[in-house]
Nanobody, 117 residues
Framework: VQLQASGGGLVQPGDSLRLSCEVS????????IGWFRQAPGKEREGVSC????????YYEDSVKGRFTISRDNAKSTVYLQMNNLKPEDTAIYYC???????????WGQGTQVTVSS
């Protein structure tokens, strides 16, 4: 399984970004796809995940109501729409894949998100 994350950038507080994670090497329909992030000097944390079975979604508390994860199996791509971005969202964002949202077996390269005025 290969994962290609993209869409990061430098934005101001309150702005939006949409991250994409393109999956190849395996039929994405059978994979749960998640997003993790790691800020400088901080531990990596799970941000969101979408299951393969019924499309259930999960969010870390600090992003609930601001981030939305979705999947397009036909395009083998998962999206993370991030609205009302805050400086504390600054991090490298990684997409992951596994059999369920409890597993992050495969990792893609990160994409940098910087929120700064």
């Amino acid at each position: 399984v290969q994962l290609q994350a993209s869409g990061g950038g430098l934005v101001q507080p309150g702005d939006s970004l949409r991250l994409s994670c393109e999956v190849s090497g395996f039929k994405m329909d059978y994979l749960a796809i998640g997003w993790f992030r790691q800020a400088p000097g901080k531990e990596r944390e799970g941000v969101s995940c979408i299951s393969a079975t019924d499309g259930s979604t999960y969010y870390e508390d600090s992003v609930k109501g601001r981030f939305t994860i979705s999947r397009d199996n036909a395009k083998s791509t998962v999206y993370l729409q991030m609205n009302n971005l805050k400086p504390e969202d600054t991090a490298i964002y990684y997409c992951t894949a596994g059999a369920s949202c409890r597993e992050a077996e495969w990792w893609g390269q990160g994409t940098q998100v910087t929120v700064s005025s």
